[in-house]
Every structure is written in C-alpha cells, then in structure tokens.
T-cell receptor, first 115, second 114 residues
Framework: ETGVTQTPRHLVMGMTNKKSLKCEQH?????MYWYKQSAKKPLELMFV???????ENNSVPSRFSPECPNSSHLFLHLHTLQPEDSALYLC??????????????FGNGTRLTVT | AQSVTQPDIHITVSEGASLELRCNYS??????LFWYVQSPGQGLQLLLK??????LVQGIKGFEAEFKRSQSSFNLRKPSVHWSDAAEYFC????????????FGQGTILTVHP
C-alpha cells in the first residue's frame, strides 16, 4: 500500500478516444504531480498542483488536461492521443512544494497504450 | 537548469557482492538529491535523500549514498546485495526550494545473479 492509488493500472485506447486517469492520495498531502515514464527516457515532470492550484505545466501538449478538484484527487484527461504518448503515467504527492522532509510518494502508475 | 547522469544503464552483480551505482548531477547551488527504486510494475520508492549536513546518508534496505560536492556525485552503495534488490534505480535532483519537482536520471537496471 503506497498511500497513492492510481486507476486504472492498464489502459488501451485508440487515438480518437477520450479517457481519464485517476489518482487519489491518502497521506494528507497538499501537492500532487503527474510524471511520464517512457521507455529509455528519464521520467518527465508534466504537471504540478499545490493546494489545488496548478503551479507548473511543463510544456505538455493540450491533448493532456489535468484536473485537481481537491488536494486528495488528481485526474489526467486524455483525448486524441498519439502512439508516442504510450507510457507509464505516474502520480505522486508530497506535503507541499517547500517542506524539506516530505519527499515524493509515488503511485504504481497507469500503463497507457495508444493504438 | 539541473541535470542528472547515471552512466551505467545496466549492472549485473552476484548475490552477496557489493554494489555501487553512480550518479552525477549538475546544479549551480546546493542540490537536494534522492535515490529511488522501482520494481517491475510498481511506482518509485524512496531509498534515501540528502539535503544538507552529513555527506554520508543512510537509507532503507541497507543502502547508503555519499554526497561529494567536488565530484558532483551522489553514488549509491550497498555492501552485500540480495536477490530482492534487482530493480531499476533512479537518481534525482531537486532545484531551489521546490523539493517535489525532481529531475531524474535515466535509471540503472540492476540484475542480481544467484
């Protein structure tokens, strides 16, 4: 039990589909993150939310749309994706952006395949 | 901008042997450094972190890492590897005061032979 739960674990979608990834954390944290892990590439930070406010969009294409309705939940809405978007999408949380002794806690990820 | 290099993509060791995984970082000020481990199909688990103070930090599962500013390195070590340590290991750096916005290295895959 990681404290950060992601659903679904696996997702296969066509390029014209619309789907959403869900992340929920039970740690009382206030910052949540989306990272992308592609094969043979370092993990890439996509979005950061701190106290429900988006603080960073790391030049992510608009076909990825995050939503953070509260500090415990984070969504990533997907539409008209490309095959190169196939990757493991990892959600993480931390106490906030500035507390030193609160590193990232990761979920187990959603393995996304775009066909 | 900060960056992290893990020179070894894949390392193979025998069970019981010692292990050192290399990590070099680039950052202009005092870095905040982390090692994470990822088992297949899992997310990343924090092994240890360095913020300041003692340059030798202890982590979980018997791992330790040493921060060497002069070499811009933060190498991970374990004196005796267990088969369950087989996984992928990631070094990461946080810049400034945003401890959650990490820049990761490409990872090192560790294989352990019986």
């Amino acid at each position: 039990e990681t404290g950060v739960t992601q659903t679904p674990r696996h997702l296969v979608m066509g390029m014209t589909n619309k789907k959403s990834l869900k992340c929920e954390q039970h740690l009382g944290h206030n910052a949540m993150y989306w990272y992308k892990q592609s094969a043979k590439k370092p993990l890439e930070l996509m979005f950061v939310y701190n106290f429900k406010e988006q603080t960073e969009n790391n030049s992510v294409p608009s076909r990825f749309s995050p939503e953070c309705p509260n500090s415990s939940h984070l969504f990533l809405h997907l539409h008209t994706l490309q095959p190169e978007d196939s990757a493991l999408y990892l959600c993480a949380s931390s106490q906030d952006l500035i507390t030193r002794n609160s590193p990232l806690h990761f979920g187990n990820g959603t393995r996304l395949t775009v066909t | 901008a900060q960056s992290v290099t893990q020179p070894d993509i894949h390392i193979t060791v025998s069970e019981g042997a010692s292990l050192e995984l290399r990590c070099n970082y680039s950052y202009g000020a005092t870095p905040y450094l982390f090692w994470y481990v990822q088992s297949p199909g899992q997310g990343l688990q924090l092994l240890l972190k360095y913020f300041s103070g003692d340059t030798l930090v202890q982590g979980i599962k018997g791992f330790e890492a040493e921060f060497k500013r002069s070499q811009s390195s933060f190498n991970l070590r374990k004196p005796s590897v267990h088969w369950s340590d087989a996984a992928e290991y990631f070094c990461a750096v946080a810049g400034g005061t945003s401890y959650g916005k990490l820049t990761f290295g490409q990872g090192t895959i560790l294989t352990v032979h019986p």
